[in-house]
């Protein structure tokens, strides 16, 4: 069978779903010797993290003259994709990121991932109008799709719970790396800081990742303020920055606060592998990947109560109310202050557990899938 993917987001920011793409079909082209692949794009990839077995079999789409730069991703994924399916003769189209084409229904059968249904579950956090777009999107996928393929099996529940009419749903789990287990690939990172004991926090979307409730807990202990740093990882727009390093000022924490943004996968691993915790609060998620990464580089995790955070978590001690920073003071302390074989004892659970979460295990169940259409 073709097999075509929409991979229009590795043109863009490496990202979430640009990390989803390129690790689910680096997997996928080494597991699957049976179909053959060809992957699509609005606009030509010239990210060197992408890797060369996707690059070379991705065909590029000649836009017509009155397309809007502005708009002509959109354009594709909804209407200009259905051309390149034909000229492939495409058999089962995989869109990695909620789109499917307008009105594209024939012999061909179609695959799309939800990553999360924030736009109906938490509208708040993605906005008005991206949940409103989100909405419509969704809707007119779920119409097209044959299988909806979602991270998390809480995700699945909300897609099953909004469209109990669809057939085919399916939970199938992210994975990590494997160089995230290998100790011996770590880097050191020039923080400009130095190297003081420090918490962790990742985020692309502050608000959503709750950096307010990690900077608020902290400030609220002394013991926390006076030993530890705060390293916040993730590309952070300018306006959100200066609210968080306000903040973190006036809860006398700003000095020991860094923003850590264009950190290289291995660079992020050397932090999740030298940090004392990683704090994860987030309101809503879909997956949580960075919880699951840094359990794999033996990093204790504490995360939210909610959404698909305690389906990663295997000792659901260490989950905590998003919305209760005094919750989130006292785990981290707590944390923080015990034994060193105790510590260890969670560390070592952790990292037994998290060795189902590889992407090769991610890319046999989607193979499964495509083989069973």
Request: glycine share 6%; net charge positive; proline share 5%.
């Amino acid at each position: 069978m073709n097999i075509g993917v929409n991979v229009s987001a590795l043109a863009g920011p490496y990202s979430g779903i640009s990390r989803y793409i390129s690790n689910l079909y680096r997997h996928i082209l080494k597991e699957d010797t049976s179909n053959d692949y060809v992957f699509f794009s609005h606009v030509p990839i010239t990210s060197g993290l992408v890797p060369d077995e996707i690059l070379r079999r991705t065909k590029f789409f000649t836009f017509p003259h009155y397309v809007p730069k502005s708009i002509q991703k959109v354009f594709f994924d909804l209407y200009g994709i259905k051309a390149m399916l034909n000229d492939h003769h495409v058999d089962i189209y995989h869109s990695p990121a909620y789109t499917l084409p307008i009105g594209a229904k024939s012999k061909r059968k179609y695959v799309v991932t939800f990553h999360d249904m924030i736009a109906f579950q938490s509208p708040k956090l993605s906005g008005f109008f991206i949940s409103v777009y989100l909405r419509i999107i969704i809707f007119l996928s779920i119409r097209l799709a044959d299988w909806i393929i979602a991270d998390s099996e809480h995700t699945a529940h909300d897609i099953i719970q909004r469209y109990p009419r669809h057939p085919k749903v399916e939970a199938i789990h992210l994975g990590i790396p494997d160089d995230y287990f290998q100790l011996e690939n770590s880097q050191h990172l020039n923080s400009g800081t130095d190297w003081k004991p420090y918490i962790l926090a990742v985020s692309t979307h502050p608000y959503r990742k709750n950096i307010n409730g990690i900077i608020q807990a902290i400030g609220k202990s002394e013991f926390l303020k006076n030993n530890y740093n705060l390293f916040v990882v993730g590309t952070i727009p300018e306006g959100q920055k200066g609210d968080i390093l306000r903040l973190a000022s006036d809860y006398g924490y700003g000095e020991k606060m860094k923003l850590l943004h264009n950190v290289s996968d291995a660079q992020l691993v050397t932090l999740y592998r030298q940090a004392t915790v990683l704090v994860y609060p987030s309101f809503y998620e879909g997956f949580g990947l960075p919880i699951i990464e840094a359990m794999a580089c033996g990093c204790p995790v504490i995360t939210s109560n909610c959404s698909s955070m305690p389906e990663l978590m295997p000792d659901k001690d260490w989950l905590v109310d998003p919305h209760n920073t005094y919750e989130i003071t006292l785990k981290i302390e707590t944390l923080l202050s015990l034994k060193s074989d105790l510590r260890r004892s969670i560390i070592g659970q952790n990292t037994s557990w998290v060795r189902r979460f590889t992407w090769s295990n991610t890319a046999k169940k989607m193979v499964q899938v495509f083989g069973s259409l």
